[in-house]
């Protein structure tokens, strides 16, 4: 963000610094991620899965299921 509070895209970011970042780079997130403007985070492979990130919600939604019709799914 600027200091005027409105959002920059990532493509204006990349401008910025590069103006003609087409001819070097073959998409937008090559250019970002090679002039440091975004950045690859380390986060543990268990946390990719989907089965994983939403657990929560598909133990709610059994619990619901089990509540309004009884029983076990199986």
């Known amino acids: 963000m600027n200091r005027n509070n409105s959002t920059i895209t990532l493509r204006q970011q990349v401008e910025a610094i590069l103006p003609n970042w087409e001819s070097w780079y073959p998409s937008l997130f090559h ?3 090679d002039l440091g ?4 985070r380390v986060c543990p492979p268990s946390s990719l899965l989907l089965s994983n990130r ?3 919600v598909i133990s709610a939604a ?9 029983g ?3």
């Open 62 to 70: 059994l619990a619901a299921h089990r509540e309004k019709w009884g």
């Open 54 to 56: 939403h657990a929560s």
């Open 31 to 33: 250019a970002a991620e």
């Open 37 to 40: 403007v975004i950045r690859a």
């Open 72 to 74: 076990t799914e199986e």
